[in-house]
Structures are given as C-alpha cells and as structure tokens.
C-alpha cells in the first residue's frame, strides 16, 4: 500500500516505530497527569499552571530549535531530547512512589519537556528527508500524523487502565519506558549523525537566522494565517478543553479516571495539550528552520 511505502526504509522504520511508542506515551502522560493535579488539588489554576508551563518554552524555544538542528546533528539532538526527558519522568515516577511528588516538582518538569520539544521536533521533522527518498516523503508524512493519532487514542486508554490497576507511579514509569524505546530506536541512526553544516555554506549567526525565519514567515500569508489560526484553536478551545475536562468528569460526571481516558480517546482532536507531557506530542505544531527555508 502506498500509505506504508516508506516503511521499506529500515532507518524510517525505527524512527517511526519509537516516535509512535513516545506519542503513547505523551498522551498517557497527559491524563495520568491531569488525574493527579485533580487528586491533588482539585484546582483548575493549577491545571491550567501545568499547561502553560510547558506550553511557553514552545512558544519561546520553537525558532531556536530549528535554527539549532540545522547546526547539530539531529540524532543527537533527538536522543539527548529522550535520555533527558526519560530522566525526568524517572525522577518524577521514583517521587511519586515515594509519596513525595510535590506540584513545583511538575511544573519544573513540564517547563523542562516545553523546552525540549523545541529542540526535538524541528529535529524530527528535518531527518525524515534526510532518511526517505523524496518519491516516499508523502507515505513518511502520513504515517507521522498516523503515529500522533495512534497516540491521542490509544495512550489515554492505556493511561486510565495503568491507573486503574497500579496507581498513577506506575503510569508515570510507562512514560518513561516510552522514552527509553525511543532512544533505543534512535541508536541504530547514529551513523547518519553528520551536522547539516557538513555540507552547507559558510556559518551564519543564529540571530540572522531567527530573523529570516521570521521574515520568511511573515512574506508567507498561507504561513502566518496558519500559525495564527493554530494559535487561536490552542487558546480558545485546547487550552480550556485540557482544564476543564478532568474537573468535568470528577465534579459534574462524577466519573473515574476511566471516563476520563475514555473522553479523551473518543475527542483526539482536542486533546492536544500533550505539550504538558513531551516528546512527539504535537509534531504538526513546530517545524524546524530547515523544513521551512532550506
């Protein structure tokens, strides 16, 4: 089938299949993590506090991600993204077994995950070309949105399930078992760890590039006009859906975590708060430099 053709790459392949178990995970995140600010604290506040802090970095980080992978390798750049997130998720999975997983301790990881999608998925998007003939980058493009789909539904089922049978540290640990298969997809790709300044021109500084980024946008209507209807979408309908939801179903559901997994699997399209978790949660939502102008 054509949908599957760039499968026949076996580099694309394990891209592919550790993008999909990370996208699991993120949206397995997301609900284990929303259920425990709920258990928690019960506050909306803080929900919404969890959401913009790793929802800012993006936003801060996104050109300067882009201009930093087509600086860097981008398998480097991708496996220190999943080594350093799995940590975290380590450290916030040993916490809560513990008993000892505190709200700042959160927040400082969901600014830390913002930051690192940043730099992860400009990476991403400017290897697939780098793997996959141009002749296969339609089927290579598809099966990255499929990969994000797969995630939105599955990864909250998955995530209400593990909470229901092991408690929220044992979902926490999935999240990061995701990272962990991530890296260990990424490993095989080292070989094609060369710097995309390799074979390019003379160095520019990273503020003129940020600014042709910038540039290039803004002389791009069709660009501009998406980002600022995405932007708007997040705002007005991601950002309030993402609060909202887990006080809806503990407060006027009266529903369980089960309901909640279930809404969220049933409502892929606006659950796109993963941000709050890591990894390749939002890969339509940040492109990289190279992606865009090269």
Do not use: K
């Not at 600086?71 to 480097?76: E, F, K, S, T, W």
């Not at 400017?126 to 599955?154: C, D, M, Y």
């Not at 993402?242 to 529903?255: E, R, T, Y």
Request: include cysteine; charged fraction near 10%; aromatic fraction near 8%.
């Amino acid at each position: 089938m054509t949908l599957f053709r760039a499968l026949n790459n076996r580099s694309f392949t394990l891209l592919w299949v550790g993008q999909t178990a990370s996208s699991i995970g993120d949206f397995l995140y997301e609900i284990v993590l929303a259920w425990w600010v709920l258990q928690q604290t019960g506050s909306a506040l803080i929900m919404g506090a969890v959401l913009t802090c790793a929802f800012v970095p993006i936003v801060l980080c996104s050109l300067l991600g882009g201009v930093v992978v087509d600086r860097l390798p981008r398998i480097h750049v991708m496996l220190v993204s999943d080594l350093l997130r799995g940590v975290i998720v380590s450290g916030i999975t040993i916490l809560a077994v513990q008993r000892s997983l505190q709200v700042w301790h959160v927040l400082v990881a969901s600014v830390v995950f913002g930051t690192v999608e940043a730099f992860f998925r400009p990476a991403y998007t400017a290897l697939v070309p780098e793997l996959v003939a141009s002749e296969h980058l339609p089927s290579a493009n598809a099966l990255t949105s499929l990969s994000l789909q797969i995630g939105r539904i599955a990864g909250p089922a998955l995530g209400a399930t593990v909470i229901a049978l092991v408690g929220t540290s044992g979902a926490f640990a999935f999240n990061a078992l995701s990272f962990v298969i991530s890296a260990a997809c990424l490993l095989p790709l080292l070989r094609h760890a060369s710097s995309p300044r390799d074979t390019a021109g003379p160095t520019t500084s990273i503020l003129r590039d940020i600014r042709e980024g910038i540039e290039t946008v803004l002389q791009s209507p069709m660009l501009w006009i998406t980002i600022a209807i995405s932007a708007l979408t997040n705002i007005t309908l991601a950002g309030p859906y993402s609060v909202a939801m887990p006080l809806l179903v503990a407060n006027h559901l009266a529903g369980d975590v089960g309901t909640l997994g279930l809404l969220y699997a049933v409502f892929p399209s606006a659950t796109s708060w993963a941000a709050c978790g890591s990894g390749a949660s939002a890969p339509s939502g940040s492109v990289g430099a190279s992606s865009i102008w090269d």
